[in-house]
């Protein structure tokens, strides 16, 4: 059995690497442990708490919105990534390091099946959802353009049309389970990458 730890920024994505991806990486001979953060994120931070993790698991992997780190600027995710790896390039267990940072959300994974908001919401969320994804080029990944209009904004915003409050740890998972990972690897091909990654280690050991 694989162990790999995976630090992650907070609740909603402890509870989805507890309740989701756990029970789909036994299958592959893979333990995930996720290790919440808490509060800001940083690289200075998350230096540090990799350092902490390195020696007690095989792996480690990471899970942290774009926009849960501060002081970044223009950054892109693949951009924070290499930094992070840079950051600890002389560190002896570096090859075991697996950085992801989520673009731009974990929310951005809740478009990616429309459909289950005329379920949740009532008639004509489908068509709301399929707007904001045709609106930001088709990609889910995409949508964004800036810190008011990101993918939990947008989310909060089509809640609130339909009288509901969007609350982020309990519908996250929640909208996740009903999607089903198969359309969320499908849809997001950032998300799939990193995931594949991780699974192709149970298949080589």
């Given at each position: 059995?694989?162990?790999?730890?995976?630090?992650?920024?907070?609740?909603?994505?402890?509870?989805?690497?507890?309740?989701?991806?756990?029970?789909?990486?036994?299958?592959?001979?893979?333990?995930?442990?996720?290790?919440?953060?808490?509060?800001?994120?940083?690289?200075?931070?998350?230096?540090?708490?990799?350092?902490?993790?390195?020696?007690?698991?095989?792996?480690?992997?990471?899970?942290?919105?774009?926009?849960?780190?501060?002081?970044?600027?223009?950054?892109?995710?693949?951009?924070?990534?290499?930094?992070?790896?840079?950051?600890?390039?002389?560190?002896p267990r570096s090859k075991r390091?697996?950085?992801?940072?989520?673009?731009?959300?974990?929310?951005?994974?809740?478009?990616?099946?429309?459909?289950?908001?005329?379920?949740?919401?009532?008639?004509?969320?489908?068509?709301?959802?399929?707007?904001?994804?045709?609106?930001?080029?088709?990609?889910?990944?995409?949508?964004n353009n800036s810190k008011?209009?990101?993918?939990?904004?947008?989310?909060?915003?089509?809640?609130?049309?339909?009288?509901?409050?969007?609350?982020?740890?309990?519908?996250?998972?929640?909208?996740?389970?009903?999607?089903?990972?198969?359309?969320?690897?499908?849809?997001?091909?950032?998300?799939?990458?990193?995931?594949?990654?991780?699974?192709?280690?149970?298949?080589?050991?």
């Amino acid at each position: 059995m694989i162990n790999i730890g995976i630090s992650v920024e907070g609740q909603t994505e402890f509870e989805f690497v507890n309740k989701v991806l756990v029970e789909y990486f036994l299958g592959y001979g893979i333990t995930l442990i996720p290790i919440p953060m808490h509060g800001n994120i940083s690289v200075d931070r998350i230096e540090s708490e990799i350092k902490k993790l390195l020696p007690r698991y095989h792996y480690v992997t990471t899970f942290y919105d774009l926009y849960g780190f501060k002081k970044v600027g223009s950054l892109t995710a693949e951009e924070l990534e290499n930094k992070i790896s840079s950051r600890l390039k002389n560190n002896p267990r570096s090859k075991r390091l697996i950085p992801y940072i989520q673009k731009y959300e974990f929310e951005t994974l809740l478009f990616s099946k429309p459909s289950v908001y005329e379920d949740l919401l009532g008639c004509g969320a489908k068509k709301e959802v399929d707007d904001i994804i045709r609106s930001c080029g088709g990609s889910i990944e995409n949508i964004n353009n800036s810190k008011e209009t990101a993918p939990s904004k947008r989310l909060e915003k089509l809640f609130n049309k339909y009288n509901e409050k969007y609350n982020k740890v309990f519908y996250g998972v929640g909208v996740i389970e009903d999607i089903g990972l198969d359309i969320i690897l499908d849809k997001c091909d950032r998300f799939r990458d990193w995931f594949y990654k991780i699974q192709k280690l149970g298949i080589n050991s």
